[in-house]
């Protein structure tokens, strides 16, 4: 009994590993298209047929008559020729659901050695056949597809798509020929996109770059040519750039613009205008102008539609009130609304206050991994120091869940992308966007036997998978790091020499792990030399200290004069030359052309991670001292800056450690785009700048500064921020120190338990620390809550650091 106990179980087990290969084989079969009057079935044929070849080198051969009984065959027909079937296949066919719009039928007939791609239309066709492609084995002269892939099915959502803009601004698409465009919206379009949005010539950006083949202009005709080669929808983002919208001059200047960006496509379905970033017009004033749009676009594009979100850098109430008026209108010309980033009003929100018969269209920013819509939770500053802004992101998990929060609340989504560097992300959107229910290691494991070969699928998804474990809480204790190194390693080891020479993926993925590792082992180094470079001061003397002074520099000097992870580097520079070399990756501002602070994150790959700038500014400060006594108080005092006294509280919330006294109602989980919640966010703040490229110890006038006041907590727009603190002594009286950096430099205002003022408002981002007295009302029950609103209109309150101090 034991014995047939044990074969049940080796049986279960065999077929639960190795399913895939139960599979028919497909390395001989032809390719049979129903016989079409009206749609032609040309361009998903050409895509199956030069997919395969690439792979595989099979000519699959497209035959007339049906195929002989044992041929095996790809039977590509539309659901009005489904009769001309075979009867077998037919019958095979017909045990599947009929799918809904822009569905389709792939069904594997073991008996006759056959596939069966059926669909109404020649767009619902490609995507059978991305299906196909995307769970195919294909090897050199090997092709064939499990068995268990038959299915019926239909999209959730009817948008679903992706921005390519063609500017300067993005990290790689100003540098991709028309070739390399159509190859990347056909790939989109085999995971299921059914849209791409362009730009038009004039945006926010320069008019043009050296990377580029083609001018702006002349690209984007290709990319609707290319668009309406495949069946898909193009959208337009157009942002208002125009200097007046109230001047009838300047209006009829920028309605000929938009006459002839317009009448220059060969297909144009709708057009995107942006609220605000960029753009700043009040609704009324904006609505009369969209509406002035929509009349040129509908003289070249008739059936065109005219969307808009409620983007906007200040919104007041007023604000979103009159726009929710004006979209509520029913005007003729008015597609929906469109959800993106900086948007005030959350999505559930926003859909109460639509009428139900405006659509509203997901923005998804996918590209940015902080100061973004949906930025990494609790990043650790060390990566954003380096990977910066706009990284390579592979984001699996966290995409799909963010999706999946919104999605019910729309239509679809078209991401908001600058570049190939949220490749990965892209492609999860698209597949949720299909069906919520996928698994996004289904979705890996599709993208990398496709990108990379049947061979290393396996090994390549949960490689992928894991570079998204790298971001994962503190980089200094992150055991991922090192492991997922060693498994890319090991994939690099089998891949064949055209992945690692022209597969732009491939060598994005290996450029991440390689860089993960090595500012993890540098993190690891300059800590430590931080550490040790404290403990020499901490035993200084007044007789030592000059001597003690000079140790503790060289102690920091080390991590530039004797660098770790040197190899690692080396691997990382030469990896990004390939990826430009393969897609005109900008990496770098120097060599590579890039944009400061659009993904030229090789250039800070050498960004000190410890606090030795600040340390060594003020160290370089205290030498000049002429007094030991005097020198000594100066490094006690820096050495101390943190210390609340006796009895006293310190906290830096932009570290994980007083995160518990944040008060928040919804978790990151409920909330990612944190328009209800805190959120950890980056940057000092330079007087004057609203932008800042480079998250770095420098702020404010341009001093250098601890490195502490990179990171703090933040609410969005007028979201109250509050900050619990308990065990206080009833009978003390305590004053509060606050360090006020970030970006957002918003008016705010402190009150404790609700009712009790500690200041009024003042303007941040002039300097970092104020002290203020409490009230002994505020402490006296052993408990005080402190909440921060700003004025309306601003984008939020931050806060980077607290000392309670007792009086």
């Not at 002269?141 to 268990?148: A, C, D, G, M």
Request: net charge neutral; hydrophobic share 35%.
């Amino acid at each position: 009994m034991r014995g047939k106990t044990l074969l049940v179980l080796f049986v279960f087990v065999f077929f639960k590993n190795y399913s895939y290969s139960q599979s028919i084989d497909l390395s001989n079969a032809v390719i049979w298209v129903g016989d079409t009057k009206t749609i032609s079935l040309a361009k998903p044929l050409q895509v199956l047929k030069e997919e395969v070849q690439k792979r595989t080198a099979i000519d699959l051969t497209v035959v007339e008559k049906l195929p002989g009984e044992n041929q095996p065959a790809i039977y590509i027909a539309l659901n009005e020729r489904a009769s001309k079937l075979p009867k077998e296949i037919r019958a095979a066919a017909g045990n599947f659901p009929e799918p809904g719009n822009e569905g389709f039928k792939l069904i594997v007939h073991k008996p006759t050695t056959s596939v069966i791609i059926v669909a109404k239309d020649a767009r619902s066709v490609l995507y059978g056949i991305g299906r196909f492609l995307r769970k195919a084995e294909m090897r050199n002269n090997q092709l064939s597809l499990p068995e268990t892939v038959s299915v019926s099915t239909t999209p959730k959502y009817p948008i679903r798509g992706h921005q390519l803009g063609f500017r300067p601004k993005t990290n790689s698409y100003d540098a991709f020929s028309v070739k390399q465009f159509d190859q990347y919206i056909r790939e989109l379009a085999l995971f299921g996109a059914n849209s791409i949005e362009i730009m038009p010539p004039r945006t926010d950006d320069d008019d043009t770059s050296v990377h580029m083949k083609l001018r702006p202009e002349k690209m984007i005709i290709e990319q609707a040519k290319i668009c309406k080669a495949y069946n898909l929808d193009v959208w337009m983002w157009y942002p208002n750039m125009g200097p007046d919208y109230s001047n009838r001059d300047s209006l009829k200047k920028e309605i000929q613009e938009r006459m002839e960006v317009f009448g220059s496509l060969p297909k144009l379905d709708h057009v995107f205008v942006p609220g605000g970033d960029p753009g700043d017009l009040e609704p009324d004033q904006l609505f009369s102008w969209l509406g002035k749009i929509a009349l040129s676009l509908r003289q070249m594009h008739p059936k065109a539609k005219v969307w808009v979100s409620t983007q906007a850098f200040r919104p007041t109430k007023k604000w979103l009130d009159d726009f929710i008026k004006h979209a509520n209108s029913g005007y003729p010309w008015f597609g929906g609304v469109v959800f993106g980033p900086w948007v005030k009003i959350p999505v559930a929100e926003l859909r109460k206050q639509l009428k139900d018969s405006i659509p509203i269209r997901m923005y998804p920013d996918i590209t940015h991994s902080y100061t973004a819509q949906y930025p990494v939770p609790d990043w650790d500053v060390a990566y954003t120091m380096t990977l910066g802004r706009e990284c390579i992101n592979p984001r699996p998990e966290d995409e799909k869940h963010i999706h999946n929060v919104f999605a019910k609340y729309g239509a679809g989504s078209i991401s908001y992308s600058e570049g190939t560097n949220d490749d990965v992300n892209k492609f999860v959107w698209s597949d949720q966007d299909w069906d919520p229910e996928t698994p996004v290691i289904e979705t890996m494991r599709d993208y990398c036997r496709l990108f990379f070969g049947s061979d290393l699928a396996e090994s390549a998804a949960q490689g992928i998978m894991n570079l998204e474990k790298n971001f994962r809480g503190p980089l200094l204790i992150n055991k991922a790091v090192a492991q997922t190194l060693m498994q890319w390693q090991d994939i690099e080891k089998k891949a064949r020499a055209e992945l690692m020479l022209f597969n732009f993926r491939f060598q994005m993925c290996l450029l991440r792990a390689y860089y993960d590792a090595l500012i993890q082992r540098r993190l690891i180094y300059e800590t430590a030399l931080e550490s040790k470079a404290r403990e020499v001061l901490q035993n200084a003397t007044p007789e030592t200290i000059a001597a003690i002074i000079q140790e503790a520099k060289e102690i920091l000097a080390k991590s530039k004069q004797q660098p770790v992870g040197l190899a690692l580097k080396e691997r990382c520079n030469t990896l990004a030359d390939s990826l430009f070399s393969t897609i005109g990756a900008q990496l770098t501002v120097e060599k590579h052309g890039g944009v400061s602070g659009r993904g030229n994150f090789m250039d800070n790959i050498d960004m000190p991670l410890n606090d030795a700038p600040w340390l060594n500014d003020q160290l370089n400060t205290f030498e000049k001292i002429t007094d030991a006594n005097e020198m000594m108080a100066k490094v006690n005092e820096m050495l101390h800056r943190t210390d609340p006294g006796p009895g006293g509280f310190y906290d830096h919330f932009g570290s994980e450690e007083s995160r518990s006294k944040v008060i928040s109602n919804k978790t990151w989980a409920e909330d990612p785009g944190s328009l209800e919640s805190p959120r950890k966010s980056y940057g000092i703040g330079i007087i004057g700048e609203e932008w800042v490229d480079e998250i770095k110890a420098q702020g404010f006038s341009g001093q250098t500064t601890p490195a502490a006041w990179m990171t703090q907590i933040n609410t969005l727009y007028d979201q109250p921020l509050q900050i619990k603190y308990e065990n206080l002594d009833t009978t003390a009286s305590y004053k509060i120190r606050i360090t006020y950096t970030g970006r957002f430099r918003s008016k705010v205002k402190l009150v404790a338990n609700d009712n009790i003022v500690i200041h009024d408002f003042l303007q941040t981002g002039q300097k970092p620390v104020y002290e203020f007295d409490i009230p002994h009302e505020a402490t006296a029950g052993g408990k005080v809550v402190f909440t921060w609103n700003c004025g309306e209109g601003e984008r939020g309150s931050q806060v980077t650091e607290i000392w309670l101090m007792k009086k």
